[in-house]
């Protein structure tokens, strides 16, 4: 007869099975958009089980990825080069908060980056399929 005890008073019951999981998922998602491309590219490779973690990570990697390598570029313009440095920080910016909102609120699925969402699935889709 194994049961497991009761946790201690104060503290969270284990968590086991299905939501577990779910937590997991929505955890690796929040993660995924925290980091930026870094955590794109983390969890691209930590998430490969679950294919809505791996698209996730494949879309902040190319969004924030793709920002960060024209940020790089447009830093050595000067002046109008800065501006549109900016710019793009600010836009950036914005997309960060809302995929972090939008995580948060959410239980791990795909969230479709807007405005730019339609034109980039099909490389997000391509770099989540390419992680095995």
């Known amino acids: ?14 968590m086991s099975g299905a939501g577990a999981a779910a937590s997991n998922k929505r955890m690796y998602t929040i ?3 925290v980091l930026g491309w870094l955590g794109g590219l983390i969890f691209l490779f930590v998430g490969k ?25 447009l830093s050595f ?10 710019i793009l920080f600010v836009i950036g910016f914005i997309f960060w908060v809302y995929f972090l909102v939008q995580a948060l609120q959410g239980t791990g699925q795909r969230i479709p980056a807007p405005m730019i969402g339609t034109t980039i699935a099909p490389y997000v889709d391509q770099l989540a399929n390419a992680v095995k």
């Not at 007869?1 to 284990?14: C, D, E, L, R, T």
């Not at 791996?54 to 990825?65: D, E, P, V, Y």
């Not at 313009?77 to 900016?86: H, K, M, R, S, T």
């Open 1 to 14: 007869m194994s049961q497991i005890p009761p946790p201690p008073p104060g503290q969270p019951a284990p």
């Open 31 to 33: 993660l995924s958009y």
């Open 49 to 73: 089980d679950d294919p809505d973690v791996k698209w996730n990570a494949s879309q902040s990697l190319i969004i924030f990825g793709g920002l960060s390598i024209v940020i790089v570029i």
């Open 77 to 86: 313009i000067p002046v109008v080069g800065w501006i549109a440095e900016f």
